[in-house]
């Protein structure tokens, strides 16, 4: 079987797919993973065959114009909307999706198609559709934004499926957008539908949420459009190119406490949302040893680095948490389940996108603690961490989601359903027809 794993360049979202990748390899399956160009090094350093398709997204410079200091001084409501990535209403999602307005959601789709789908898919579409076409693959997998690959596979007449990288909040908002829409404009479905049909297809609502849906969350962090055909498969952690570090060969003398607050933050926008000083500051009297990642291109922002606390710029958090005691995070998706996936309490920090919702539902859980990152303080986070290093209950209560995590399919024990389900959702592949220029 020919298998196609699809991303626009963001890193985070491809690592979340790569123990899959590599269970179908080792399987004797055909795998290639298409992006754009960026992050081509980063495919082949995880032992991946790339394809670059199209041109490089330029959704971090765009999004980096409104991330300034200035900016946010003079526009404080537009600079927290694109700082928290709040493009959709998530937290009523989360609790009462039946409430959900078309008011609520039409402009949020309006506004998602413009300012994030399209920059981020449009230059795949044409390479990513040559490709598939040129080299047919049986199934493509694909991140649940990457839409062009969902263009690309029913044009090849492959089967698909959306590989997610957190809680599934797109398909439970379109789900609730489409029962309100009657004859409302769907911005979503009048995109994809024209650039799909130059291609001989019509838009089906397969295009925007896959045949079916793997989810690789534990039962009560998960979200789910009763409709879809979701997968469940257990997450593996990978955190990218690891070396591990001498440090870390024995056990820590005192309790260890990891402080990380993400690659994206970093690296797209503009830095962490919390002053590390004041975090580190505040543990800096507690009979602990602190690791904290930061960035190397944040380090400057440092005045001091207290005597309990070891800042280096990265370390492999597979294998640093395992000897964690707790740790202090932005509830990401790969963070977070390579956090509960050793069992360790967090005491979450979230900002963005599905973050929130997934701290709450772990807080919830009575499984760690969360405050979010734009209210959080240096006193908040040091209370925090000191009750999950003294309060038995928080470690207790991790270890159902981690013996969950645990005991559901691994990639490896996936694969052949994957290839029955690969053999179900299959098409006929359309005849080549005009050439479609690139889009911008």
């Known amino acids: ?17 790569v123990p899959l990748a590599w269970a179908l390899r080792n399987a004797g399956h055909e795998v290639r993973v298409a992006s754009q160009p960026e992050l081509a090094d980063v495919i082949t350093s995880a032992g991946l065959t790339a394809v670059s398709v199209g041109q490089d997204h330029t959704l971090w410079r765009t999004a980096n114009r409104f991330l300034t200091k200035r900016y946010a001084e003079s526009n404080p409501a537009v600079y927290k909307s694109v700082r928290e990535a709040a493009v959709l209403p998530f937290d009523q999602a989360e609790q009462a999706p039946d409430q959900l307005t078309l008011e609520d959601l039409a402009p949020a789709y309006d506004n998602l198609v413009q300012s994030w789908y399209r920059i981020v898919n449009n230059t795949m579409v044409a390479d990513l559709v040559d490709f598939a076409r040129h080299w047919r693959p049986d199934l493509v997998i694909w991140e649940p934004n990457s839409y062009a690959a969902a263009i690309a596979a029913e044009v090849s007449g492959a089967a698909h499926a959306r590989l997610l ?17 009657a004859e ?4 979503l479905g009048e995109w994809l539908a024209g650039l799909i049909e130059p291609y001989g297809h019509d838009f089906s609502e397969t295009l925007a949420t896959g045949d079916f849906t793997i989810d690789q969350l534990p039962g009560p962090l998960r979200m789910t459009a009763d409709h879809l055909h979701y997968v469940r498969m257990g997450y593996v952690p990978y955190n990218g190119v ?3 570090p001498k440090w870390l060969w024995g056990q820590p003398e005192r309790p260890r406490v990891a402080l990380t607050l993400g690659v994206s933050a970093a690296e797209s926008f503009g830095g962490y949302g919390v002053s590390v000083q004041d975090v580190l500051d505040s543990l800096a009297d507690l009979d602990i040893e602190v690791v904290a990642t930061v ?25 640093l948490l395992p000897s964690c005691s707790a740790a202090v995070h932005h509830a990401g998706f790969n963070t977070l389940c390579t956090n509960l996936f050793y069992g360790v309490p967090p005491m979450s920090l979230p900002e963005r996108f599905d973050e929130p919702l997934l701290a709450r539902r772990v807080e919830r859980q009575g499984a760690g603690l969360s405050v979010h990152m734009a209210e959080a303080t240096g006193e908040q986070v040091r209370a925090g961490v000191i ?11 991790v270890q159902p989601l981690t013996a969950e995590m645990t005991a559901m399919p691994s990639p490896a024990d996936l694969v052949p359903y994957l290839t029955e389900l690969t053999g179900g959702y299959r098409r006929h592949a359309s005849p080549p027809v005009r050439k479609v220029a690139a889009l911008h």
Not at 1 to 17: G, I, P
Not at 304 to 311: D, E, H, K, S, Y
Not at 387 to 397: G, K, M, V, Y
């Open 1 to 17: 079987m020919r298998v196609l794993f699809a991303t626009y360049a963001v890193k985070t979202h491809f690592q979340a797919m």
């Open 165 to 181: 990288w957190g809680a599934d909040i797109f398909a439970v908002t379109r789900a609730r957008l489409l029962d309100l829409r």
């Open 184 to 187: 409302r404009a769907d911005a």
């Open 242 to 244: 690891a070396t591990v």
């Open 295 to 319: 960035a190397e291109r944040e380090q400057h922002k440092l005045r001091q680095i207290p005597g309990n606390t070891r800042v280096v710029p990265s370390v492999p958090l597979h294998a």
């Open 387 to 397: 009750r999950l290093l003294t309060e038995p209950s928080f470690r207790q209560a």
